[in-house]
């Protein structure tokens, strides 16, 4: 089983030629809402890659909560672990590019009510072959207690440190797991990446004992394990149309090869091909890809 303690949002989705500069006013193409929050995605994608999973998290007594949980009910994911706040549902508005770039400013809502207390729940319920996943869109003293209770519980933890904030590098450190993009990775060795960062990804997994992954986007993904040892995978050829989903379908997938089984290569491997996958279809959860799309493509 699966744990995912985070967040809930419903995606506001308009499309763009190019994202607006600052100050700059542009008129959209398309606009359409879709279920999203990066912890929700990243549930989704691990339940699309044949794991079971619960959802851990908070949405508000408003008509937005039952359309940001409606793909995580027909994945049948357990979310008797969510529940509902005077507070609204948290929101994403997102612009994405012809060329499939995107930004995205997220509005917490209910997301900030998920509770230390909630996530330490969440731990004792969980056996020692389960796999506990967390995002940044929540409480920070949560993320700390689950990663803290997990440790102790000798439960693996994965931590995707997006949004990257002020004590990602105190919580990466408590992760038995954690995953990064390029952009994270430097801001938590607090340098700039150059070519041939790899000395610095295996320094510091060393160091920390732990296993850490950097999403390379369409170059893959770089992982070191708690020996030094460099992983690194690719990601398909394709053009893509919208990155919002690759980076939560990747961490999804990740866990759930993991808690199949998976040698950690293969699992880096599988979770990249789905990653790639995620940008060939508009929005988060639209486009994150079922594991019968991710296996023919290995």
């Known amino acids: 089983m699966i744990y995912v303690i985070g967040s ?82 948290g929101i994403a508005m997102i612009s994405v590019a012809d060329n499939g770039e995107n930004s995205i400013i997220v509005v917490a809502g209910a997301n900030g009510t998920v509770s230390p207390d909630m996530a330490l729940q969440a731990i004792n319920e969980m056996g020692q072959n389960d796999i506990v996943l967390l995002a940044q869109e929540i409480p920070e003293q949560a993320i700390e207690t689950a990663l803290k209770a997990a440790k102790n519980a000798k439960i693996t933890s994965i931590l995707n440190i997006a949004p990257f904030s002020d004590k990602s590098k105190t919580l990466a450190k408590l992760a038995d797991i954690v995953i990064a993009n390029e952009t994270e990775f430097a801001a938590l060795i607090g340098q700039e990446l150059k070519r041939g960062f790899e000395h610095e990804l295996c320094a510091l997994a060393k160091r920390n004992q732990q296993i850490i992954i950097v999403t390379l986007g369409a170059d893959g993904a770089l992982g070191a394990t708690s020996e030094g040892k ?5 990601a398909l050829k394709i053009k893509p149309i919208d990155s919002v989903g690759a980076g939560d379908s990747f961490c999804g997938y990740l866990a759930a090869m993991l808690e199949q089984g998976k040698p950690l290569k293969e699992a880096m491997q599988i979770a990249s091909i789905a990653g790639s996958l995620a940008c060939l279809k508009q929005g988060a959860q639209p486009a994150i890809p079922f594991l019968s799309e991710v296996v023919v493509k290995v």
Do not use: C, H, W, Y
């Not at 193409?29 to 990243?42: D, E, I, L, M, V």
């Not at 937005?64 to 005077?86: F, G, P």
């Not at 460099?230 to 690719?234: E, H, M, N, S």
């Open 230 to 234: 460099l992983i690194k995978v690719q």
């Open 8 to 89: 809930i949002n419903l995606d506001l989705i308009v499309n763009v030629k190019r994202l607006p500069q600052a100050g700059e006013t542009l008129l959209g193409k398309t606009f359409k809402t879709a279920a999203g929050g990066k912890s929700a995605n990243q549930a989704l994608a691990a339940s699309r890659a044949g794991s079971s999973v619960t959802m851990v998290g908070a949405v508000g007594n408003d008509k937005n909560a039952e359309l940001a949980l409606a793909e995580l009910k027909r994945a049948e994911i357990n979310l008797s672990n969510v529940k509902k706040t005077d507070e609204s549902t």
